[in-house]
T-cell receptor, first 114, second 114 residues
C-alpha cells in the first residue's frame, strides 16, 4: 500500500514570505497529524484532524499557521508570514483510529527560512 | 504534563557491539510507550511498542521493556549492524485519551561503524 505522501520535500523562503505544504495520507486513514520537528528536537504536534474536523490545535501558532483538510483526505499546512524560528521539518502522519493504531509518517518537508 | 527524556547522543558503536539507549517518561495517566526510528531521508517508522507494565516490545533484534516502577523504556540490541545507523525516538501516548497524541523525546543519533 502507498505510504503518506508529502510535497515539497525541501523549501527555502525568506522571512515574512508565505509557504504551503501538502500531505496525502494513506487511503482510508481518518486521522491526520501535522508535526513540527526543529533540528535536535523530537517532533511536536501542531494539529490533528479526525476526518475533516480539527480535534486538537492547541499547539498551533494560529496567528501565522493555518491548516485545512478538505473532504477528509488531503491536507494543507500554511505559514504566513514565516519567521526564522519556523525553520524545521514538517511531518505529516496518519492513522486508522487515534489512540488504537500506529501512526504512519511521511518523509517530511524541510523548510529553511532565511 | 506528559513528557519523555532520552539519553543524549550521538552514540557511536562498532558493528556487533551491544546497544542501550535510555528513555524515561513522565505521565499523568497510564501511557503506551513506543520507539520510532528515522533512517536518513525517510519518515519515522514504528520500531516497537508496549502498552502496559512489564510488556516487552521487540522487532528486528531490538527490545524494550515497560518498567512502571522506574518509569523507563530503554532500547537494547545485542549486536548492532551498520544498517542500524539512524535516529531513534522514544515516545508516549496517553491511553486514557482518545486523541492518540504522541509525545516524543529529542532523539538519539546512532552511528555504527564496520
Amino acid at each position: 500500500e502507498a505510504g503518506v505522501a508529502q510535497s515539497p520535500r525541501y523549501k527555502i523562503i525568506e522571512k515574512r514570505q508565505s509557504v504551503a505544504f501538502w500531505c496525502n495520507p494513506i487511503s482510508g486513514h481518518a486521522t491526520l497529524y501535522w508535526y513540527q520537528q526543529i533540528l535536535g528536537q523530537g517532533p511536536k504536534l501542531l494539529i490533528q484532524f479526525q476526518n475533516n474536523g480539527v480535534v486538537d490545535d492547541s499547539q498551533l501558532p494560529k496567528d501565522r499557521f493555518s491548516a485545512e483538510r478538505l473532504k477528509g483526505v488531503d491536507s494543507t499546512l500554511k505559514i504566513q508570514p514565516a519567521k526564522l524560528e519556523d525553520s524545521a521539518v514538517y511531518l505529516c502522519a496518519s492513522s486508522l483510529d487515534p489512540g488504537l493504531y500506529e501512526q504512519y509518517f511521511g518523509p517530511g518537508t524541510r523548510l529553511t527560512v532565511t | 504534563g506528559d513528557s519523555v527524556t532520552q539519553m543524549e547522543g550521538p552514540v557511536t558503536l562498532s558493528e556487533e557491539a551491544f546497544l542501550t539507549i535510555n528513555c524515561t517518561y513522565t505521565a499523568t495517566g497510564y501511557p503506551s510507550l513506543f520507539w520510532y526510528v528515522q533512517y536518513p531521508g525517510e519518515g519515522l517508522q514504528l520500531l516497537l511498542k508496549a502498552t502496559k507494565a512489564d510488556d516487552k516490545g521487540s522487532n528486528k533484534g531490538f527490545e524494550a521493556t515497560y518498567r512502571k516502577e522506574t518509569t523507563s523504556f530503554h532500547l537494547e540490541k545485542g549486536s548492532v549492524q551498520v544498517s542500524d545507523s539512524a535516529v531513534y525516538f522514544c515516545a508516549l501516548s496517553d491511553r486514557g485519551s482518545t486523541l492518540g497524541r504522541l509525545y516524543f523525546g529529542r532523539g538519539t543519533q546512532l552511528t555504527v561503524w564496520p
